[in-house]
């Protein structure tokens, strides 16, 4: 059983978590289900993008 910590969507098949992002931010393991993911990664680029403005 795993929770998005950023939708809060829950799915309790380990099996589809497989897919899902793990990191740790400030000593908190935080869990993003494999959507979040992607929006993150979009999110984090965007991000490095801006800065080579
Ligand atoms: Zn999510």
């Known amino acids: 059983m795993a929770t998005c910590d950023f939708c809060g969507r829950e799915e309790p098949d380990e099996a589809a978590t497989l ?29 490095l993008d801006s800065e080579w403005w």
């Open 19 to 47: 897919t899902w992002t793990t990191a740790t931010e400030r000593g908190r393991r935080r869990v993003y289900c494999d959507t979040c993911s992607r929006e993150h990664l979009r999110a984090m680029e965007g991000k």
